[in-house]
């Protein structure tokens, strides 16, 4: 007998364009240590809807554990995090309906398309504007990628997969959005168009923690920079 389907869930978010209940997300005093070794020093984080956080700091300092903790995939050695009070956790559905996270580069399937890997991922979150097709075409449009739509990921330049990533991320609904440098290997237009979502995301409610390198875009996105100590 097979296992119940875990659901993600049918939650609404910016990305659904329905209205968004408040979130907080909190972070006291979270740090990681690993066999002795210093992965990030202690620090506070806390962003609710409508706002950016960015994260700063110079290469291997902690923004991507931090980022990890916050997404509830790594658990803090000190301090503790939270979203509505409660202890982040993927395996957990409140944390995954609720948060959506570019972190790294997310499974893509050498056998989909793009559109096939956005109509997927809508086959478990879906919406309520035309069909599955013209939401995940919608998504590649506002990121500029549309006419890519039949490539297959091996057949895009590696800014073109980026962007590729961040609409698998972006097109799910999510209160809380966390990007690790979205800004990489994007050119200035695109790293505009990126900005841009962002905002609008943030206007329609979602609470944002980005680590970015691009001082344009902290300026234009961030309501607040945390700077993450080197370790
Ligand atoms: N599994 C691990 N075991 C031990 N140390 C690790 C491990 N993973 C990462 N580190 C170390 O932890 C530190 C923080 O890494 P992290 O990727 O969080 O930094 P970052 O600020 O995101 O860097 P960058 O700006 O280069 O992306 C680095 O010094 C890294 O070498």
Not at 98 to 127: F, K, M, N, Q
């Amino acid at each position: 007998m097979f296992a119940r389907r875990r659901q993600a869930t049918t939650e609404p978010g910016p990305g659904a364009g329905q209205a968004t209940p408040l979130v907080t997300l909190t972070a006291t005093g979270v740090g990681k240590e690993i066999d002795g070794n210093v992965l990030l020093r202690p620090v506070d984080v806390a962003v609710t809807s409508g706002q950016c956080v960015v994260l700063r700091g110079e290469n291997g300092s902690g923004k991507t554990t931090l980022l990890r903790i916050l997404a509830g995939t790594l658990e803090p050695s000190s301090g503790s995090a939270s979203l509505d009070g409660q202890a982040l956790d993927e395996r957990n559905q409140t944390t995954r309906s609720r948060v959506a996270a570019l972190i790294g580069s997310p499974t893509a399937y050498r056998d989909l398309t793009l559109i096939d890997h956005l109509v997927l991922i809508d086959s478990t979150w879906g919406g309520d504007i035309g069909t599955a097709d013209d939401r995940a075409d919608a998504m590649l449009a506002e990121l500029e990628v549309d006419h890519l739509s039949e490539r297959f990921p091996h057949e895009l330049s590696s800014g073109q997969q980026h962007l590729f990533h961040l609409a698998m991320v972006l097109f799910r609904p999510a209160r809380v959005l966390l990007l690790d440098e979205p800004e990489q290997r994007l050119d200035t237009h695109k790293r505009g168009l990126l900005t841009d979502i962002l905002l609008a995301r943030k206007a329609a409610g979602a609470a944002l923690v980005v680590a970015c390198h691009d001082p344009t875009m902290t300026a234009a996105i961030g309501d607040l920079v945390v700077d993450v100590a080197a370790v």
